[in-house]
Nanobody, 122 residues
Framework: QGQLVESGGGLVQAGASLNLSCVAS????????VMWFRQASGKEREFVAG????????RYADSVKGRFTISRDNAKNTVYLQMDSLKPEDTAVYYC???????????????WGRGTQVTVSS
């Protein structure tokens, strides 16, 4: 596994959209599951969405189902998180992580990016 770099965060108003990107260096990107987690100030890191290796079947936390869409482009070594209808409670630092399978347990993962800040104002 190589380095993971997130981008696309920012400050938006409630109801707006953002598209986060997670770009991976290294080979065999298609062989890894990739997940997005988020961590709000003073709270634990929580699972947001994940996409399986290969063709990329998605999984979502209940809190974002119907609003967020995860996808991957193996040719670009990139996983995207399209976030629509953003709410103030979506405010957090968003991290991507890679592993063998999609997991909602951050302690199971060792390869993380540095994160990108998403702030949603009311």
């Amino acid at each position: 596994q190589g380095q993971l770099v997130e981008s696309g965060g920012g400050l938006v108003q409630a109801g707006a959209s953002l598209n986060l990107s997670c770009v991976a260096s290294g080979r065999a990107f298609y062989a890894y599951a990739v997940m997005w987690f988020r961590q709000a100030s003073g709270k634990e890191r929580e699972f947001v969405a994940g996409v399986t290796r290969g063709s990329g079947s998605p999984r979502y936390a209940d809190s974002v189902k119907g609003r967020f869409t995860i996808s991957r482009d193996n040719a670009k070594n990139t996983v995207y998180l399209q976030m629509d209808s953003l709410k103030p409670e979506d405010t957090a630092v968003y991290y991507c992580a890679a592993g063998g399978v999609v997991t909602s347990t951050p302690q199971h993962l060792a390869n993380w990016g540095r994160g990108t800040q998403v702030t949603v104002s009311s």
